[in-house]
């Protein structure tokens, strides 16, 4: 049997070490380059010898920045997105599950969003906010509008324009996680209730909701965290204008790391940045304790 | 759920028209891309063009001054390549994870979970300096080893292995089976949906990718479609027509591979992520 166990070991670690490798070189090594790198002035056309140590100085001027602010200020606006299409969402995935024919139909025709590249989708979406004489806009004049807002053009309105384009990529997503964790639901449950004369809204409320909490959960974390890595939309769409009314931390650290070339202070932001999603995953594993129930 | 006949296809009719909202976008984008640019921006819109120009756009966009083919070709070579190799990679370490017992395996598979927290925005710095460094830069196979580096795969055919129950690989081993044929004659068929899955998601994933080619390419001979198209639509600036042609190009393929296999990635997406 020893033999067994020495053989075991070899192939276990044959069988990881291509994912392993490649997992080290290319994301494991370059984040520990990145907490270090961002300790320093250094920009990558330098080469090395241009390196030096400048302690925290990154991280205070992030601590002043005001670019850097309304990035931050900007993803945090964008979470609202979350909440809005989750609940579009599970109203949808419970008219579909309950109430109609075709569901793979609909479940097709939300998903298409999720699946076409945004590249794709933000060149579609810059001509339907076109201001003068997009889509959109036309149909608000029709119905009555005199002065439609310039949506991308205005900055007041760009930041809205990006959300409604988030909420309408991501719905299907949610759609079809929802409508997975409806399929968990026990029929006996609605059976039960429907002895003791519980109407259907009671028991969407009582039944329907409760048990989702676990679904809910994970897609709004999911979907807080994925808010915060929007970055081919904010590209194309915007290139986070007009005024920084768009920009994103990920888009500013694009701009600041390939623009700017001040890798130091780029690599500050993605440490900043990675710290943020630690924090929303640690709020993660606290609040399952607390708010779901299994 | 003992509803009326009559309920559901009232509702069904109200989801329907809910539905044809919803993708009024893509409607509108197909419909543009068959017109003369005088019509594109007319209002009402005219859904069913009154002149049709389709031919003309699309000849713009395919056989026009932008190498459209050529970047297609490229994005077809490296999402293949790509969704090859980080099946195999994944596959591989998802069975090592879950079928073999080594030391230190729990350790090691919680370090590459870690990873899935990562946001790839932190570590492009790093990346690009390192990708340059070991001259992987501007190549397609760097950017077909960074779609392979993604841990998801590993994850998700993990929790799959994991359900092929032990004794059947005990009584192959006893049969003197070494583990690379079990893994490539039992455990890989027994999991062929979830495969299926995954190399959908990857495809589709790495198709749509537009960050890692804008910050790894630099020829415009290597370029993918997403860099193409960005660059066509600059260079048809107010041409919308043109524009929406290329973007039904960049979808079009995707939409076909989809509706095949809309059952595995629907089903693949919920498998994932929600826990039964």
């Not at chain 2, 044809?20 to 063009?49: C, R, T």
């Not at chain 2, 389709?54 to 790509?82: I, R």
């Not at chain 2, 043109?242 to 960049?250: D, I, T, W, Y």
């Amino acid at each position: 049997m020893r033999k067994q166990s020495f053989y075991d070991n070899i192939a276990g670690y044959l069988f990881i070490a291509p994912m392993l490798i490649l997992t080290v070189t290319l994301v494991i090594i370059p984040i520990l380059l990145s907490g270090v790198i961002s300790f320093s002035n250094w920009n990558f056309v330098s080469g090395l010898d241009g390196f030096q140590f400048v302690g925290l100085d990154n991280y205070t001027r992030l601590v002043q920045d005001e670019s850097f602010h309304r990035s931050l200020y900007n993803n945090l606006i964008m979470i609202a997105v979350v909440p809005v299409a989750m609940f579009l969402a599970l109203v949808l995935a419970v008219l579909i599950n309950k109430a109609t024919y075709f569901k793979t139909f609909f479940k097709v025709i939300y998903f298409m969003p999720f699946i076409s590249s945004f590249v794709a989708i933000a060149l579609l979406w810059r001509v339907l906010y076109h201001p003068n004489n997009g889509p959109i806009n036309g149909f608000l004049r029709s119905i009555g509008f005199e002065h439609p807002p310039m949506w991308l053009a205005d900055p007041k309105f760009a930041l809205i324009s990006v959300m409604i384009i988030m909420v309408w990529t991501s719905l299907g997503f949610n759609m079809v996680i929802y409508l997975a964790g409806l399929q968990n639901i026990s029929r006996d449950l609605y059976e039960a209730a429907d002895v003791d004369g519980a109407s259907p809204l009671r028991q969407f409320f009582r039944i329907t909701l409760p048990m989702l909490s676990p679904t809910s959960f994970f897609l709004l974390i999911t979907g807080v965290v994925g808010s915060f890595k929007v970055f081919d939309l904010i590209m194309v769409l915007t290139g986070g204008g007009p005024a920084g009314s768009t920009s994103v931390i990920v888009y500013y650290l694009y701009e600041v790391a390939f623009v700017n070339l001040e890798s130091g202070y780029a690599s500050a932001m993605g440490i900043i940045l990675l710290i943020l999603i630690l924090l929303v995953t640690l709020f993660q594993w606290v609040g399952q304790k607390k708010w779901v129930n299994y | 759920m003992r509803s009326i006949k009559l309920n559901r296809v009232i509702v069904t009719v109200f989801m329907a028209v809910a539905g044809i909202l919803f993708i009024m976008p893509f409607l509108w984008m197909l419909s543009a891309s068959f017109k003369p640019e005088l019509d594109v921006m007319k209002y009402p819109i005219e859904w069913i063009p009154s002149k049709w120009n389709a031919v003309e756009n699309y000849k713009q966009v395919w056989a026009g001054a932008v190498p459209f083919t050529l970047y297609y070709w490229n994005t077809t070579k490296v999402t293949l390549m790509s969704t090859a190799l980080s099946l195999i990679i994944s596959a591989m370490a998802a069975y090592g994870f879950s079928k073999i017992k080594f030391k230190g395996r729990d350790i090691l598979f919680l370090v590459v979970l870690a990873t899935f927290m990562i946001p790839t925005q932190a570590i492009l710095v790093p990346q690009f300096i390192m990708y340059r460094w070991l001259g992987l830069f501007d190549s397609h196979f760097g950017l077909v080893l960074l779609a392979a580096s993604g841990v998801l795969g590993t994850f998700l055919l993990r929790q799959f292995f994991l359900g092929i129950h032990d004794e059947i690989i005990e009584s192959a081993r006893i049969d003197a089976a070494g583990h690379w044929t079990i893994f490539m004659r039992i455990a890989m068929p027994l999991v062929q949906p979830a495969l299926a899955t995954y190399m959908i998601l990857r495809f589709i994933w790495t198709w749509n990718d537009y960050q890692n080619p804008l910050i790894f390419l630099r020829s415009d001979s290597l370029f993918t479609l997403q860099l193409g198209i960005r660059k066509f639509a600059d260079f048809s600036g107010e041409f919308y027509s043109l524009m929406m042609a290329g973007a039904v190009s960049a979808i079009l393929p995707l939409l076909i591979i989809f509706m095949i296999g809309q059952k595995q990635v629907i089903e693949g997406v919920a498998m994932g992520s929600v826990k039964g």
